[in-house]
């Protein structure tokens, strides 16, 4: 993606009302974890969540 799309992009997320409904956490930077409206270390612990229970969701 471009800038002009990363920055649409980022700000679409920021702006998210319902983050764990409609999940942005998912969202990642190329080089690194990137941002979360809740905070990073929110973000981490709802990634490694969904892998730890990533089976259990079928």
Known sequence: MGKLQDIILAKALANNPIPIIIPCHR???KNGIGGYSG???IKIRL???EEKN???NL
């Open 54 to 56: 990533k089976d259990s």
């Open 47 to 49: 990634l490694e969540l």
């Open 27 to 29: 969202v990642v930077a």
């Open 39 to 41: 905070g990073v270390d």
